[in-house]
């Protein structure tokens, strides 16, 4: 197994020699689980996976997460699996704005692993961006300011491509840190996105919006950003502690398939 970060991004590496079909040793877990931390974005190329090689790959970082809340997505006899597909005529993509996927839980997703089964000839790129780069960039009053502030996350958000059954838009709400510290690496990150964040603890949403809407405009600048191109067997396991994502939807009359599985952060609080 090597790993090589990617050329000309703010996060992001890709894992040769390895096929994810397989089991892994403790060591090969442990290394993967590194380059997750180290990069934030890792994937695999040309892997050949079944929905069950899929998951089994999956749990060897955590428990996996249920979409209860996704119900028209769920792959049928996989609770536990996202289908995220955009037929070619279809104009709303699953989680089209940036956002760390269900930010709204009391405790973030440790990451998503998204498998690529079938892409357009060209665009539907994924775009990743570095949170930890989003905080450091910020100047030292800024981050003083957002010190003491905690966001209020929401789950519906209507118009997010999670399909037409209205238990889809039950509402979750939970607050966290403006600014967050990973439980893994201790560093400090900023724990914001356009999607799921509504407003400040204490404010209204009025009143939150101007602040938000420069973090969010902050937090995606060019220089924080890495662009994922996929392919059919493409893998990609992102730290959605410390990242968001935004797909692309420049492939009108093309039919992108993939599928998600997510795991829990069951990590000890970083010392």
Request: charged share 20%; with cysteine; glycine share 8%.
């Amino acid at each position: 197994m090597r790993v090589v970060p990617v050329k000309g991004g703010a996060l992001g590496a890709e894992i040769l020699d390895i096929d994810l079909a397989e089991p892994l040793g403790g060591n090969g877990v442990q290394a993967i689980r590194q380059a997750l931390l180290d990069h934030q974005v890792i994937v695999f190329r040309d892997q050949q996976l079944t929905v069950e090689q899929h998951k089994a790959f999956a749990r060897n970082f955590g428990p996996l997460h249920v979409f209860k809340f996704q119900n028209a997505r769920q792959l049928p006899g996989h609770p536990d699996v996202l289908r995220v597909v955009k037929e070619k005529d279809g104009r709303i993509v699953f989680g089209g704005q940036w956002h760390a996927d269900v930010s709204f839980l009391p405790r973030p997703l440790l990451g998503s692993l998204l498998y690529a089964l079938e892409t357009p000839p060209k665009g539907g790129d994924t775009l990743f961006a570095n949170m930890y780069l989003a905080y450091e960039t910020l100047s030292d009053g800024m981050k003083d300011l957002l010190e003491g502030l905690v966001a209020v996350h929401e789950s519906d958000v209507p118009n997010q491509g999670y399909g037409a059954d209205p238990a889809d838009y039950v509402n979750m709400s939970h607050e966290h840190p403006v600014v967050r510290v990973h439980p893994e690496t201790g560093r400090k990150l900023l724990f914001v996105n356009k999607t799921y964040t509504t407003r400040f603890r204490n404010m209204t949403a009025d009143e939150s919006r101007p602040l938000l809407e420069w973090l969010f405009h902050h937090a995606t600048r060019a220089e924080h950003v890495w662009r994922l191109a996929w392919a059919p067997g493409s893998l990609a396991f992102w730290d959605n502690r410390c990242t968001q994502h935004l797909p692309m939807t420049d492939y009108h009359g093309c039919r992108r398939e993939m599928h998600r599985v997510a795991v829990l952060d069951e990590a000890p609080a970083a010392p």
